[in-house]
T-cell receptor, first 114, second 112 residues
Framework: AQSVTQLDSQVPVFEEAPVELRCNYS??????LFWYVQYPNQGLQLLLK??????LVKGINGFEAEFNKSQTSFHLRKPSVHISDTAEYFC????????????FGKGTRLHILP | DAMVIQNPRYQVTQFGKPVTLSCSQT?????MYWYQQKSSQAPKLLFH???????NEADTPDNFQSRRPNTSFCFLDIRSPGLGDAAMYLC???????????FGQGTRLTVV
């Protein structure tokens, strides 16, 4: 079975500073990887996804993530955060070519400090 | 244009009074999911459909039921809501064989 670990439940960061949200996964087979963002009282919005190819993936709102197979990680980064980035961020995995459910991490709440 | 639509966005129901949440999609996706998300927690899968094939998670309480009358619509029925069922309920769709799921805006359920 696969699992997703988000090591930080909350991350405070000053506005315009860089941020990294960490995600590690475990799976016996190849997986697709995702980052979703959730604003208060909203559904989940896809930020970016890794399916194959280049390990550096760029998403919306200036976010990017790097797939590292040897470290089984898919950390999310942004070079300069804005107050509007305040939200909950979920890392998720889905096994390739399987009719499986998507597995979510527990989420990381990003607090942007003025 | 919204592709996965959940109604209502906010629902208040009385303890023990049956309630139905709805989800519709314009994507013609054959997979539909219902997730429950409690405060500050990850979404938890309740059940999902591959076309009309219903798949229940082992730990989903019997109090939760679902119906999918056609490809476009899916309903979540809570037969006797308890205070512990207050949560955000998320519907998602997916084209079978592809990786990405598309989520609705969610319905926040309050039980009084």
């Amino acid at each position: 079975a696969q699992s997703v670990t988000q090591l930080d439940s909350q991350v405070p960061v000053f506005e315009e500073a860089p941020v990294e949200l960490r995600c590690n996964y475990s799976s016996s087979v190849s997986v697709y990887l995702f980052w979703y963002v959730q604003y208060p009282n909203q559904g989940l919005q896809l930020l970016l996804k890794y399916l194959s190819g280049s390990t550096l993936v760029k998403g919306i709102n200036g976010f990017e993530a790097e797939f590292n197979k040897s470290q089984t990680s898919f950390h999310l980064r942004k070079p300069s955060v804005h107050i509007s980035d305040t939200a909950e961020y979920f890392c998720a995995v889905h096994r390739m070519n399987r009719d499986d459910k998507i597995i979510f991490g527990k989420g990381t709440r990003l607090h942007i400090l003025p | 244009d919204a592709m996965v639509i959940q109604n209502p966005r906010y629902q208040v129901t009385q303890f023990g009074k049956p309630v139905t949440l709805s989800c519709s999609q314009t994507l013609n996706h054959n997979v539909m999911y219902w997730y429950q998300q409690k405060s500050s927690q990850a979404p938890k899968l309740l059940f999902h459909y591959y076309d009309k094939d219903f798949n229940n998670e082992a730990d989903t309480p019997d109090n939760f039921q679902s119906r999918r009358p056609n490809t476009s619509f899916c309903f979540l029925d809570i037969r006797s809501p308890g205070l512990g069922d207050a949560a955000m309920y998320l519907c998602a769709t997916q084209l079978r064989g592809t990786a990405e799921a598309f989520f609705g805006q969610g319905t926040r359920l309050t039980v009084v």
